[in-house]
């Protein structure tokens, strides 16, 4: 027997050096032999692990952990399925509009990654803002996943299930978070008159990018604007809120529905190309109104009536005549829009020339019992606007 350069070399009688007709290689990580050389290394059995070569044993991994296979050959590969320890709370009652939390502790090696899933197909424009946060200990080590929705909406009732996975296996376990419906309401005794008022918000540029789903990304936000630069398409929708959940209203109900935006004037109010379409959609037919910048107040009204088929691209696009235009010729910065759904009717208020309405008529008939949402869309794709706020109040006439 004699020792090379990280073998053993075993000869037969009078042979040496050079002469040796059989390597003994040392076993390498994760196997061992009785010598600690081949050729018969065998492979550390499961539950085991060596990290070093030339090995006579492997051994036993700690605290109850375990291998996925054979062959381990560092402690990394000794590790523990996840398993969730608590879901707290596991019931939540809330209103619409609140904010709930849950939270998901579970154990494991390696740390388990947290994901969360709403177990119901519901389209993310009819549910609140949903995100999740790491939990973790004094040492900084991760313990557990938070999970928050924000101004929930009815529609967001139902089972949440937390999902732990690691290299060695998976566990899961459900919340359930009930949301009441909020509707508040008023009434006139006018001749004996009565109205609902379903829905009132006031839409601030945060409220806004915690509530709204933006299909255009390339946008700049701060407390005071929300502002929309050029993008890549025409027609591109910008944002959608939406405000009533399929269910809730007949396809009869007849409805008020007053919109007011106001702008940054030092976009609309200069060469900027600053066309943009406010309005309403069941989710598939869209009427509104069309803003325009000051550029094309030499022929056109500040406003017009718009409708088409809603999505990420406002399509089949038709308009209400673009005129009379207005004597008044600066950039009013604030629009009022007002819808009758069921008259298929809308008007458009400006600041101009003491007060200057253009109204419109529609041809798409909004189906009400699919839901209601806010949409806004560009016109060119070099369309920049600077969004102020947006505020809505939906009335149930006669109700």
């Not at 759904?341 to 400006?350: P, V």
Request: proline fraction near 6%; charged fraction near 20%.
């Amino acid at each position: 027997m004699e020792q090379g350069d990280g073998y053993l070399c075993q000869c037969p009688d009078r042979f040496t050096g050079k002469q040796c007709e059989t390597l003994l290689a040392p076993c390498p990580a994760g196997q061992f032999s009785e010598t600690g050389l081949g050729p018969n290394c065998q492979y550390c059995p499961r539950d085991t692990y060596q990290d070093k070569v030339q090995r006579k044993s492997c051994i036993p991994c700690p605290n109850g952990t375990s291998t996925l296979r054979m062959g381990a050959d560092s402690l990394s590969k000794c590790g523990a399925r996840p398993k969730i320890k608590a879901m707290k709370p596991k019931i939540s009652n809330i209103k619409e509009g609140e904010s709930v939390s849950v939270s998901c502790y579970a154990s494991g090696i390696p740390t388990p990654t947290y994901f969360w899933k709403f177990l119901r197909d519901i389209p993310p424009n009819f549910l609140g803002k949903m995100s999740q946060a790491s939990i973790k200990n004094a040492d900084g080590d991760v313990i557990g996943s938070k999970m928050t929705i924000s101004g929930a909406m009815y529609e967001n009732t139902g089972s949440y299930e937390c999902h732990v996975t690691n290299s060695h296996g998976e566990d899961k376990s459900l919340a359930t978070i009930n949301v009441k419906k909020v509707i508040l309401s008023r009434s006139t005794d006018s001749c004996k008159a009565q109205v609902k008022l379903i829905y009132h918000q006031t839409m601030t540029p945060t409220w806004l990018e915690a509530h709204a789903s933006f299909i255009d990304s390339s946008r700049t936000s701060t407390g005071k604007q929300l502002t929309f630069n050029a993008g890549a398409v025409d027609h591109a929708a910008l944002l959608n809120v939406p405000m009533i959940p399929a269910g809730v209203l007949k396809v009869s109900t007849s409805l008020t529905i007053q919109i007011t935006v106001a702008h940054d004037i030092s976009i609309g109010g200069h060469p900027n190309d600053s066309d943009i379409r406010y309005g309403v959609s069941d989710g598939r037919k869209f009427v509104g109104f069309e803003t325009c910048d000051k550029g094309n107040y030499g022929s056109n009204a500040p406003c017009y009536g718009s409708e088409g088929v809603s999505g990420a691209i406002l399509s089949s696009l038709k308009y209400n005549p673009v005129t009379p235009k207005p004597s008044d010729s600066f950039y009013p910065g604030q629009y009022v829009f007002t819808f009758k759904l069921d008259e298929r009717w809308g008007s458009c208020y400006t600041a101009h020339d003491g007060g200057f309405v253009k109204t419109a008529g529609y041809n798409n008939r909004l189906v009400l019992d699919k839901g209601l949402t806010l949409e806004v869309y560009k016109s060119d794709k070099a369309e920049r606007v600077g969004i102020r706020f947006i505020e809505v109040t939906i009335i149930q006439d006669d109700a």
